[in-house]
Nanobody, 123 residues
Framework: QVQLVESGGGLVQAGGSLRLSCAAS????????MGWFRQAPGREREFVAA????????YYADSVKGRFTISRDNAKITVYLQMNSLTPEDSAVYYC????????????????WGQGTQVTVSS
């Protein structure tokens, strides 16, 4: 079993930054893929970013490229999402996800999910 706990969400003004963290436990040390997804009210959950075990492979949604950076610390079994130049369109609940397979943007590939952390960007 893998447990994922997100933190770092909150309220920020447009143009500001936040860093989300996702601490993994259980069998998470064996997870290769870790990713971030988000869901805004009335919308489907969407891919944000993903990273491989080594960190050598990263993937981003077009909407966040150049603004968000995903990274991981395998010693701490923690994945981060640095979010810069935030806009109100980035407001959503952000979910951390993990899986033993390859890093991917495909949501259905992830077997383990956190409970989410709210990010609200004011204009």
């Amino acid at each position: 079993q893998v447990q994922l706990v997100e933190s770092g969400g909150g309220l920020v003004q447009a143009g500001g930054s936040l860093r989300l963290s996702c601490a993994a436990s259980g069998r998470a040390s064996k997870c290769n893929a870790m990713g971030w997804f988000r869901q805004a009210p009335g919308r489907e959950r969407e891919f944000v970013a993903a990273i491989s075990w080594s960190g050598g492979s990263t993937y981003y949604a077009d909407s966040v490229k150049g603004r968000f950076t995903i990274s991981r610390d395998n010693a701490k079994i923690t994945v981060y999402l640095q979010m810069n130049s935030l806009t109100p369109e980035d407001s959503a609940v952000y979910y951390c996800a993990a899986d033993y397979g390859l890093a991917t943007w495909r949501e259905y590939k992830y077997d383990y999910w956190g409970q989410g952390t709210q990010v609200t960007v004011s204009s």
